[in-house]
Nanobody, 115 residues
Framework: QVQLVESGGDLVQPGGSLRLSCAAS????????MSWYRQAPGKQREFVAGIFSGGSTNYIDSVRGRFTISRDNAKNTVYLQMNSLNPEDTAVYYCRCTVDSGIHWGQGTQVTVSS
């Protein structure tokens, strides 16, 4: 079955960087669009960044230029490099895929930006 496992979340100071990873299994990873979402306390889950099978990317305006999504099809892994983090980036970050069987989510990884 489809499984998504995120890692890399941590406590980081403002201005710092983190790289999140999402290891995927149970489907042909290279064929499908992959994305990252986040949910801050008391807020709705929101789209952050996505990457198509061909490598094209898109981002929410608030992270464009600071975050970079990438994928390694040989490792079935999608990454989110986050730079210049600020407290507004504090959230649980989720990996998502939409495959033939539907939408699937990972369990999430906590990112906290605080001094």
């Amino acid at each position: 079955q489809v499984q998504l496992v995120e890692s890399g979340g941590d406590l980081v100071q403002p201005g710092g960087s983190l790289r999140l990873s999402c290891a995927a299994s149970g489907f042909t990873f290279s064929r499908f669009f992959m994305s990252w979402y986040r949910q801050a306390p008391g807020k709705q889950r929101e789209f952050v960044a996505g990457i198509f099978s061909g490598g094209s990317t898109n981002y929410i305006d608030s992270v464009r230029g600071r975050f970079t999504i990438s994928r390694d099809n040989a490792k079935n892994t999608v990454y989110l490099q986050m730079n210049s983090l600020n407290p507004e980036d504090t959230a649980v970050y989720y990996c998502r895929c939409t495959v033939d069987s539907g939408i699937h989510w990972g369990q999430g990884t906590q990112v906290t930006v605080s001094s």
